[in-house]
């Protein structure tokens, strides 16, 4: 195993010492280490000078399970929420300049300032229980909606070639901050005044600092709430496999 590794970190290396400079100015890239959590994330690159380019990224996920299930647990407190049936997706776009340091030419260590706007799609099943004039009774109301944020921020990797056309691009580390928004809603027939104030102490009492749920409202036919607050994210640890031309 030990070899195997020191031979995958050598490669760039040893590719790009056996092959001529490259000339074109695009590379398309595959980020595998994404396809892990079920992302699927390619990327733009355009060469425009030689030691300066501009990329594009887009990065996909379908809605399904909630992948760092027990984080989500940790975070959200003050609220029942069925963090088994919980589901999420997610959309993202990411531009970027990077600033090549060594050799240029979409070669060697970068410096990358980048934007990042993304959207997530999620449904939160919330536990609440109430009196039906018979006994304590629980039952699940479906949140579903969408959260926004836009944040910014400074990347660091390295890019190599290996063999004539194909390119490896590693992030080394990075980070972004901005913020988010969203509304989310319930769409569900809530009968009776004491079914209501339950789904609202519910909604009213969910913790997930250092976002904010605020200005719940419950009514006969559903429920709807607003989130806010910062957003921050870690780039790193990405191996992307491209295509040059």
Not at 55 to 73: A, D, I
Not at 200 to 221: M, Q, R
Request: aromatic content about 14%; charged content about 20%; some cysteine.
């Amino acid at each position: 195993m030990k070899k195997w590794l020191f031979v995958f970190i050598c490669l760039p290396f040893i590719s790009e010492a056996q092959v001529p400079v490259l000339s074109g100015k695009n590379i398309v890239k595959l980020n595998l280490s994404s396809l892990v959590a079920k992302n699927f994330h390619l990327t733009y690159e355009r060469k425009l000078t030689g030691r300066i380019s501009a990329s594009l990224g887009f990065r996909t996920m379908s809605k399904g399970s909630l992948p760092f299930k027990s984080t989500f647990e940790n975070l959200v407190d003050g609220t029942d929420f069925n963090f088994n049936n919980f589901k999420m997706g997610n959309t993202a776009f990411t531009p970027e300049v990077r600033f090549y340091l060594g050799k240029g030419n979409l070669r060697g260590f970068y410096v990358a300032p980048y934007m990042r706007f993304a959207s997530f799609d999620i449904t939160a099943p919330i536990k609440y229980t109430y009196n039906n004039g018979s006994g304590n009774v629980t039952d699940e109301a479906p949140v579903s909606g969408k959260i926004t944020s836009t944040s910014g921020g400074l990347m660091f990797g390295t890019q190599h070639r290996i063999f004539k056309v194909l390119t490896l691009d590693i992030w080394i580390i990075g980070g972004h901050y901005g913020s988010s928004k969203g509304d989310l809603r319930v769409t569900k027939a809530f009968n009776t005044q004491q079914e209501r104030d339950a789904v609202k102490a519910e909604l009213d009492g969910i913790d997930a600092k250092p976002f904010k749920f605020k200005n719940a409202v419950v009514t006969s036919t559903g429920a709807s709430i607003q989130a806010d607050g910062p957003w921050a994210g870690i780039r790193g640890a990405g191996i992307n496999i491209g295509f040059r031309f």
